[in-house]
């Protein structure tokens, strides 16, 4: 419920529709950077901050994990791996809740990496439409540092077998 809050989220989710590395390196942890899980059940990749600048455009490869079904390693940039989902599930986001995860039908368990629950957040969600099983939502770790809202970590869910 506070504006600052809410100004981050609304702030972040414009510096990642605009690709704006220089306004996003002010928005995430300014010294541990970005942790990003590609699904909660995978490792977290860390984007120093000292990256962030950079993200949209950097090669820089990350193990992302493993597939939902198929098993197969996820490899790429963030470009390639994290930002299309951002796009579509975060920028085309019809709903939002705060320290609650929004999510459609799934298979799957829908819940926090372990120690992430301790942290504010907030989730933002994108409707299936057409296809039942075609959801979206990121979940958006908030924390305080030096008085300022800062994003700590993203995590993302779609449906899983």
């Not at 120093?48 to 990350?62: G, L």
């Not at 085309?92 to 999510?103: F, H, V």
């Not at 926090?112 to 958006?140: C, T």
Request: aromatic share 12%.
């Amino acid at each position: 419920q506070d504006a600052a809050a809410s100004k981050l989220l609304t702030d972040f989710k414009a510096a990642i529709d605009s690709r704006n590395g220089a306004t996003l390196a002010t928005l995430v942890h300014p010294e541990r950077g970005l942790t990003i899980h590609r699904h909660w059940w995978n490792p977290a990749v860390n984007i120093p901050a000292s990256a962030i600048p950079n993200v949209f455009t950097d090669t820089a490869s990350y193990y992302w994990g493993t597939e939902d079904g198929s098993g197969f390693d996820i490899n790429g940039s963030f470009a390639d791996v994290a930002l299309p989902l951002l796009d579509k599930d975060m920028i085309l986001s019809t709903q939002t809740a705060c320290n609650e995860i929004l999510a459609g039908n799934t298979a799957g368990m829908v819940r926090l990496p372990d120690g992430y629950e301790q942290i504010n957040h907030f989730s933002v969600y994108r409707q299936a439409v057409d296809i039942e099983f075609d959801w979206g939502s990121w979940v958006i770790g908030v924390e305080k540092v030096e008085g300022r809202y800062v994003v700590a970590y993203l995590v993302h869910f779609a449906w899983e077998i």
